[in-house]
Every structure is written in structure tokens, then in C-alpha cells.
């Protein structure tokens, strides 16, 4: 899975893009689970609410492509949406989350999406992620509306359980594919990764001069 | 960096914590305006695209693989740069400059001899004669050599032919119908740059002349302002002296001249910089309709609305009420004061009354007595007033502080009726 293969590989020809990856969300739909599953493969069950943002990185490898993932947490809660456009401005990627057990959630990732196409980069790689999965049995949100409107909107789409790691990486690895990795050709507009040379491990994505 | 959370008012830029959602919103808008990632990347995009184009395939690859580092921590650790050494050049360009103009004045205005000589009446017109004469005036040279200036010789670049084929100053002197001249084109530079000049000295610009009109406009507004005041106060306090349609057409004129104020101050600031002045006059430009605005503001606001037709009548009605008001009052004040007169007099009986027999009484276990010290010139009332006034002052002397009170009450009583008589006719 995605953090086993994070490791970099010995081969130095080996090209490293670098994303920006927003996640939005109402509150306590989980995309603060989402993130501490796919970065360390851990599932607190009373997560506690995000305050500002958090900030966490992580790397997936894509055939001989290292994608280091900048992923920025936002925090849910109303107050803190004034906030939001000055994390996602510049990112190449955003993950909509809502919580399947609460309508209310999907309405408010709709606006999200909508916000997004009007306000970030025209090329951002969009997905949709309806977590909470493991919770069918309190299903408010069908799985064929959601994958509708996401086809509508050309949306990545998955049901995700960060409680189970359902789809979790795979979403994330869906995004990685998807984004352009080839910096010269893929259109000026911010949403192309920043291809950096590989740096020596040992000093951690710091400075390299 | 892996595994590592930060978590709290994150600037997305520099990873600062804030503290704060206005202190963040503030930091970023200070901090990074100029250095949005967005941006950054959006110039990258661009500037690989055109390297692409440039260059081929390959070497594009090889570029991409030099170390580009937009970690946020290097962000961090860069100061602002602080501004080094200065030198002002200023005098060295003006040195410079001067010594240019210098040449090309001496230039033009030795050319401008020679062609005043070649164009004198006094010139001769035969043909074998005028161009012995013209010989003289100007060094000639040969044709093929006046289309190329470098063939000219140093100092030597005042060749002119007198032709009648077209040449290059046509529109400089073309009072001689067909007759034109033939210049180098170092002269024909120097001397189109002399006629330009003298259009830029002689001709007025737009937006100075623009500007002069909204001047104009200004000091016409502040000369009819008063005057619409003036009249709509008037109107306001049912005066007749002004008619509102007067005070309307007034009123309507100054607005016309706010009008023209405000459309030419905005025709300056969106004028095209045909002449490429730069940000300066641009600015200078806004910043005239930045004034003119406020201007318009400062003086629009004090001017309040004319009454209408009905408020008018209104107020005229009020006032003729008002005026039927007074007049009845004054009436009744005349009546009333010719009542008051025999009051007035029946109070000083009793205050005579109640004051002069209670001093004569007034004489205590010790025997004192106050003494009348009156002069008898005065009004009765002031009279008596003076002599309790005078009671009373001698009482506080002798710290007899019943007799006090009691002259003071009297005094009161006496002065409300001597205040009342005074101004009640008045009224
Ligand atoms: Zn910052
Ligand atoms: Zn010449």
C-alpha cells in the first residue's frame, strides 16, 4: 500500500513531483481520520476536532514516479471557512469529504466542489470521498447519487472508511495517477507538480543547498 | 517530514503558526502577497512552455532536473532584503543631457541660418545664379552620397539641395508649392526634432487643457453654491425675496457644473497614455480625479434639497400664522401692559406696605433699628428696592439673620414686579 512503498527507492533516476492536497469537509465527517490513516496507518475513535489546520506530508510511489503529497488539513468548523481559500489556492488537488450517514454533509460537499471550480486552480484534480462506510447501516447518502454527481462534475469518487482503511490510500493513489507528472507540457496554471531532484534522504525534504 | 503533524493557525505558505484566524489572515496578506505560490507556479508554467518552444525536447529534460526547492522552510529562513548602498546618478544624466542639447541646438540653429538664407527674398531666382548662391550658403554634396549620413564628414552636415523632386521636410516648407528641399537625413532628423519642440511648446495638451476647464468648473461651483444656499434658505424660512423656480434654475446650474466636474476629472483619469508618460502622469492622472471626487463629495453633501411646491405653501402658511400670532400677542401685551402700570402701582403700595412700617417695627429687644438711606431720584420701585437692599445689609451686619431672611423675601417679591413691568411691554 501506498505508506509501505513510501520509502524511497535506491534508483537516483527515479522523478519526485511534489502536490499540494487540500482536504475539505464539514465537521466530523473525518477527513482528519482520513489523513492520519494514509499518513501513519492509525484510527483514533474520538478523533478531536482540527483547530486552524494541520499540516502533514506523505509520499506514494506511481511506477517510477516518487508523488510527495503536501497535504493540508482544514478544519471543518464553520468559523474557521474563511480560512479555506487561502489553503486551497495553489493546491493541485482537493478531497471533498462527506460523512454517508448525514445528508446535510453531501450538501455541503457539494458547495465545497462548486467553490472549488469557481475559486482554485482552474486544472485542480478533484475527489469526492464519502466516508464513514463502515456505517452502511445508518446510510443517509446513496452510493449512486454520489458517483452521479461526481460524474456530473468530473470528480474522483469513493466510499471511504478511515475507521476500516477502506479505499483510504486508494483514493489518495487515485489522485497521484491522475495528476500531471510530466512539469514542461501540463499548463501553466498551478496545477502542475513541482518536479524536484531527488534530495539525500538523510535531510528530510529540507533545503537541499 | 513524514509522520510529523503541525496543527494549529498554519500560514500555508511559510508553516508559521499564527495563533490566531486574524492574525493569520493578516500575516498572509502582509507577508506573502508578493510571493504566492499560485503565482510562483503559475510563472514556472509559463516560462517552461516558452523554454519549450525555444528549445528542444531534450534540453528542456536536462534543465528539469536541476534542484528546484519550494520547501516553505527556505521561505522561512530568508529575510527581507534591506536596500545596500545608494549613488545618485542624478548629476552625472544631467551633465550628460545638458551637453546633448547644447550639440543639437548648436546644430539646428546653424542649419536653420543657412536654410533662413537659402529661403531669403533677397535670394537670387535665375537659375545659374541661384545656384552659385546656394553654392555658397550650403556645401553641396553628391547626390548618391546624401541618402547615407556616414558619408557625410565630421562637422560637415549641413548639405542641402534645393530640388524640385520631393523630399523628406515637405510639410516644414511648403509655402513655395513645388519647390522642396533635399537634406541628409541627420539634418532632416535635427530639424523635424526642432519642429516637434516647437508643437509640444505651442500646442496644449489634452489633459492640460482638461485640466484647466476642471479648474474653471471648480471656481464656477464655488461662486453659485453660496448663492443656492442663500436661496434655499430664504425659501426654508418662507421669505419671499426669491421665487423656487429661480432658486430651482440655480439650483440646476450648479448641479450641471458638478456634472461637467465630475465627468472631466474622469475623462483625465481614463485617458490612454498615447504619448507612453509612464506611471507617473498615470498617477497623477488618478490622483486628480481622486480630489476632484472628494471634492464632489465634500460639497454635494452640504447641499440640501429646495423645498416643494407643497412644503413651500406650507411654510408660508406657518408663517403667516405665526406672524397673526404675534401680532394678536403684542396686542394683548399692550392691554396687558396698561393693566400691569396699575398693578404695578398697587404693588408698590403694598409693598410700601409691608416693608417700610415693618422696618419702622423693626426695632428689636436691643433697640435696633435699620437707617433709610435714599436718594430720591430714582424710579419708586428702584427706590424701594435700594432702601431694603440697604436694610438688609446692615440686618447682616448686626447678624440678624430673621429680619435677613424676611427683607430678603420682600427684596424678591419687589424685584419680580419691577422685572415684570420692564419687560413686559417688550414683548
Ligand atoms: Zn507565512
Ligand atoms: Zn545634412
Redesign the interface.
Known amino acids: 500500500m501506498a505508506n509501505r512503498t513510501a520509502s524511497r527507492p535506491a534508483n537516483g533516476q527515479n522523478k519526485i513531483c511534489q502536490f499540494k492536497l487540500v482536504l475539505l469537509g464539514e465537521s466530523a465527517v473525518g477527513k482528519s481520520s482520513l489523513v492520519l490513516r494514509f499518513v501513519k496507518g492509525q484510527f483514533h475513535e474520538f478523533q478531536e476536532s482540527t483547530i486552524g489546520a494541520a499540516f502533514l506530508t506523505q509520499t506514494v510511489c506511481l511506477d517510477d514516479t516518487t508523488v510527495k503529497f503536501e497535504i493540508w488539513d482544514t478544519a471543518g468548523q464553520e468559523r474557521y471557512h474563511s480560512l479555506a481559500p487561502m489553503y486551497y489556492r495553489g493546491a493541485q488537488a482537493a478531497i471533498v469529504v462527506y460523512d454517508i450517514t448525514n445528508q446535510d454533509t453531501f450538501s455541503r460537499a457539494k458547495t465545497w466542489v462548486k467553490e472549488l471550480q469557481r475559486q482554485a486552480s482552474p486544472n485542480i484534480v478533484i475527489a469526492l470521498a464519502g466516508n464513514k462506510c463502515d456505517l452502511s447501516n445508518k446510510r443517509m447518502v446513496e452510493c449512486e447519487e454520489a458517483q452521479a454527481y461526481a460524474e456530473e462534475n468530473s470528480l474522483l469518487f469513493m466510499e471511504t472508511s478511515a475507521k476500516t482503511a477502506m479505499n483510504v490510500n486508494d483514493i489518495f493513489l487515485a489522485i497521484a495517477k491522475k495528476l500531471p507528472k510530466n512539469d514542461g507540457g501540463s499548463g501553466g496554471n498551478g496545477s502542475s507538480g513541482v518536479s524536484l531532484e531527488r534530495t539525500d534522504p538523510s535531510s528530510g525534504g529540507g533545503c537541499c543547498k | ?10 500560514c ?1 505558505i511559510c ?1 508559521k ?1 499564527l495563533g490566531t ?1 486574524t492574525q ?2 493578516n500575516h ?1 496578506e502582509e507577508a506573502h502577497k508578493s510571493e ?4 510562483i ?6 516560462f ?2 516558452a ?2 518552444k525555444f528549445l528542444n525536447e531534450e534540453i ?1 529534460k536536462d534543465n ?8 516553505p ?2 521561505i522561512v ?1 530568508e529575510k527581507p532584503q534591506e536596500i545596500g548602498r545608494i549613488t545618485s546618478h542624478t548629476t552625472f544624466f544631467k551633465n550628460l543631457r545638458e551637453k546633448r542639447i547644447d550639440a543639437y541646438a548648436l546644430e539646428t540653429n546653424k542649419l536653420l541660418l543657412r536654410l533662413d538664407k537659402l529661403i531669403d527674398d533677397k535670394a537670387p531666382m535665375e537659375p545659374s545664379k541661384r545656384k552659385n548662391y546656394e553654392k555658397s550658403v550650403v556645401p553641396w554634396t553628391k547626390d548618391k552620397k546624401l541618402t547615407n549620413p556616414s558619408f557625410e564628414p565630421e562637422g560637415e552636415m549641413l548639405g542641402f539641395r534645393r530640388s524640385n523632386s520631393s523630399g523628406s521636410l515637405n510639410s516644414l516648407f511648403s509655402s513655395e508649392g513645388e519647390s522642396h528641399l533635399r537634406t541628409c537625413q541627420r539634418c532632416s532628423h535635427l530639424l523635424e526634432r526642432r519642429h516637434d519642440q516647437m508643437e509640444t511648446r505651442n500646442s496644449t495638451p489634452m489633459e492640460n487643457f482638461l485640466y484647466s476647464r476642471l479648474c474653471q468648473y471648480k471656481m464656477d461651483a464655488e461662486r453659485q453654491i453660496p448663492q443656492v444656499l442663500t436661496m434655499a434658505q430664504s425659501l426654508r424660512d418662507g421669505d419671499e425675496t426669491y421665487s423656487l423656480q429661480s432658486a430651482e434654475s440655480e439650483r440646476q446650474k450648479l448641479i450641471m457644473i458638478f456634472d461637467s466636474i465630475d465627468k472631466t476629472s474622469k475623462r483625465i483619469a481614463t485617458m490612454i497614455d498615447e504619448q507612453n508618460a509612464g506611471q507617473k502622469t498615470m498617477q497623477l492622472r488618478r490622483a486628480i480625479r481622486q480630489a476632484a471626487a472628494t471634492w464632489l463629495q465634500d460639497n454635494m453633501l452640504g447641499l440640501q434639497s429646495l423645498p416643494t411646491r407643497e412644503e413651500l405653501d406650507e411654510i408660508q402658511r406657518r408663517k403667516n400664522l405665526e406672524l397673526e400670532k404675534r401680532i394678536a400677542i403684542e396686542k394683548d401685551a399692550m392691554t396687558k401692559k396698561l393693566e400691569k402700570d396699575n398693578a404695578s402701582k398697587k404693588v408698590e403700595i403694598v409693598v410700601r406696605k409691608a416693608s417700610l412700617p415693618n422696618t419702622k417695627n423693626m426695632q428689636d429687644e436691643n433697640g435696633w433699628k435699620p437707617e433709610t438711606q435714599v436718594s430720591d431720584n430714582d424710579d419708586p420701585m428702584l427706590q424701594q428696592i435700594n432702601i431694603i437692599k440697604s436694610y438688609i445689609k446692615q440686618a447682616k451686619q448686626q447678624c440678624k439673620w430673621d429680619e435677613v431672611h424676611m427683607l430678603e423675601e420682600n427684596l424678591n417679591q419687589l424685584e419680580k414686579a419691577y422685572w415684570d413691568e420692564k419687560t413686559k411691554p417688550f414683548i
Open positions: 517530514m513524514n509522520g510529523e503533524v503541525l496543527e494549529g493557525f498554519l500555508p508553516l503558526d484566524i493569520l489572515q498572509f504566492d505560490v499560485a503565482v507556479q503559475h510563472l514556472k508554467g509559463l517552461e512552455k523554454k519549450k528542456v528539469l532536473q536541476t534542484p528546484i526547492n519550494l520547501s522552510k527556505r529562513n
